[in-house]
């Protein structure tokens, strides 16, 4: 499969990898193990993506309200998320996380990159939210100033850095965005798999493209 079967593709894709309890579960696991199933589908979903020329990506690593969780999940998708990143070092890849780092549920190891770090040749704008939430996001705006906001309020948010989504897919069959990016995601197509994160195969992700090439993208317009 190559480029050339697509007549159009998303600039931006937003991720939801949901699944890998119930993936654990299912295969024999205990549900913090299914975290750890999840990084190298993120890592073969990159190289696909890399490979097509799309231009940033956007991954959901956990949110504030999966902290409520109990502490020894918690504990593995934090412990996910750390071994992502340092693996993510050596690709080639722009990344910012984007998350509330004053948490002491924020992996420190993350506070780095909370500002954009380029590794390699910076091919692919990487965004990763950890320990993020959309009310945390949005909430930003109000300790901002007007010359910032400037008449649009998607210059004052935590997430700013982040540019509009075209296309989000979801794993796991869930039907909703979970606080996904609030702003970014307003005008984004949905796609949805049925399939459960860890167990990623690149058709998958090929159907999400082939479904998106018939989607009318009008903005509103």
Known sequence: M???RFKRLPRHIGIIPDGNRRWAV??????QDGYRFGIQP????????LELGIQEMTFYGFTIDNTKRPAVQTRAFQKACVDAVQNLANQDADLL???????PLFPPELLPY???????RGLMKINFLVNYGWNWDLSCSLKNTDA???GNLANTI???DISRIDLIIRWGGRRRLSGFLPIQSIYADIYVLDELWPDFKPEQFYRALEWYQEQDVTLGG
């Open 2 to 4: 190559n480029e050339k």
């Open 26 to 31: 299912k295969n024999g696991y205990e549900k």
């Open 42 to 49: 993120g890592f073969e979903l990159y190289r696909l993506c």
């Open 97 to 103: 996380i984007v998350g509330n780092t004053n948490s």
């Open 114 to 120: 909370s500002e954009r770090v380029k590794f390699g």
């Open 148 to 150: 910032k906001f400037n």
């Open 158 to 160: 935590a997430s700013a």
